[in-house]
Structures are given as C-alpha cells and as structure tokens.
C-alpha cells in the first residue's frame, strides 16, 4: 500500500530558481492538500484541492502555485525560490475521514 | 495569532505511566479535532479524532478528551510505552464536522517515554 508518495524527498535550490514538487496518492481521494513545517509552528496549509482541477489558497500561499490536473496527483510549484521557501513540506489526502500524509520532501533554498 | 495552541514543547514520562497532551483552541467554529504522532523523517500519521458532539473518544490505550466550554482538549495514553515517543500534534477543522477542507495544527508536543 503506497498511501501518499512525494518526490524528490530532498532538495537544494539556489535563490531564483523553480522547481515543482509532486504528490500522488493511491486511495482516491478527492481531497488533497500541501502543507509546510517549520521549527516551532507546527504544520500550515499552503494550497488545496476539493477535486480534480480545483485549487483553493491555503493560510501560506504567496510565493506557491498548484495544480491538480489528474485525480490521484497534486503539484507545487515554486516560480522562484527564496530562502523563506526553506521548510519540510508535506502532501495530504483525505475522503472521507481523517487526511493521511506523506513523508515530507526537505527543501532548501540558498 | 495562533488558533490552536500546544502550550508544552515537551513531556517526559515513564513507561507504564500516564500520558497527558494538552491541546487550546479560540476559534469556536472548530467542531472536530484530531490527533497525529510524527516520528522523525516521517510523515505524521492519524492517531485519534473527535467530533464537537461528543466529549471523550477511546482507541486502544489513546482517549481523547474534549471540553467545549474551556475550548480545551487533550490526550491520554496509558500505559505510555518507549514506542510512542514521537512529536504529537492536536489539528482542528471548521469543515461540518468533518476534516474535509483546512485543518489548523498546534506546534507540537514531544513525548519521550523512558524505559
């Protein structure tokens, strides 16, 4: 059972830079969200999804963008990477009931 | 302004012993709640939930607990056991009484059970 899969797991950008992160999930759920940890603030909703091409902004989300073209996958983009941008990020899934994680993917950005 | 609130960064405890989380909320429209354990390196995972309705939940050793009045919540595992030493989150949603939409997180708690 794979659950929620996120890649890449690690990754180190350099300020300005772009790059997207990929969540996929094998439950079909409709909902799907993108959060960040960070040291002492627990988790935050940057992006999330009701369905199938449908966004919706989070608590977080000047700097990201998403989309949700297919069911099962959800994307974050970063247009161009700032250092605030370095965090642990999170994918989630949900319906019904509670939302079920993936294992993070580090992002740094120097 | 932090809506939902984990006033103690870290709890000690030994095994066999009593675990109490504690988890504030101020957003009275949170009508249903929910607990994750995170270990290291990993995502957090679904321990308990409650809804507004109800007023103690159980699952095995984990009870939650929910006081509406005092906007309060918080867990219990008994007998805590050195596996459970894990970073513990309470979450709240405003979704209908589901967790369909937003879930707001505390900062967490560690929980370290000696053996």
């Known amino acids: 059972n794979a659950g929620v899969t996120q890649t890449p797991k690690f990754r180190v950008l350099k300020t300005g830079q772009s790059m997207t992160l990929l969540c996929a999930q094998d439950?079909?759920?409709?909902?799907m969200y993108w959060y960040r940890q960070d040291p002492g603030m627990g988790l935050r909703l940057i992006h999330y999804?009701?369905?199938?091409?449908?966004?919706a902004k989070g608590e977080v989300p000047d700097g990201y963008n998403v989309s949700r073209l297919k069911k099962q996958n959800f994307l974050l983009g970063l247009e161009s990477a700032a250092p605030s941008q370095t965090s642990v990020y999170f994918c989630?899934?949900?319906?019904?009931?509670?939302?079920?994680f993936g294992a993070g993917t580090r992002l740094s950005v120097l | 302004d932090q809506q939902v609130k984990q006033n103690s960064p870290s709890l000690s405890v030994q095994e066999g012993r009593i675990s109490i989380l504690n988890c504030d909320y101020t957003?009275?429209?949170?009508?249903?709640f929910l607990w994750y354990k995170k270990y290291p390196a990993e995502g957090p995972t679904f321990l308990i939930s409650?809804?507004?309705?109800?007023d103690k939940n159980e699952d095995g050793r984990f009870t939650v607990f929910l006081n509406k009045s005092a906007k309060h919540l918080s867990l219990h595992i008994v007998p805590s056991q050195p596996g459970d030493s894990a970073v513990y989150f309470c979450?709240?949603?405003?979704?209908?009484?589901?967790?369909?939409?937003?879930?707001?997180f505390g900062q967490g708690t560690i929980l370290t059970v000696h053996p």
């Open positions: 999804s009701v369905g199938e091409g449908t966004t």
């Open positions: 439950m079909n759920h409709e909902y």
């Open positions: 409650i809804s507004s309705i109800k």
């Open positions: 989630a899934s949900s319906f019904p009931g509670p939302q079920y």
């Open positions: 979450a709240a949603s405003a979704a209908g009484g589901t967790s369909y939409g937003k879930l707001t």
């Open positions: 957003n009275s429209m949170f009508d249903y």
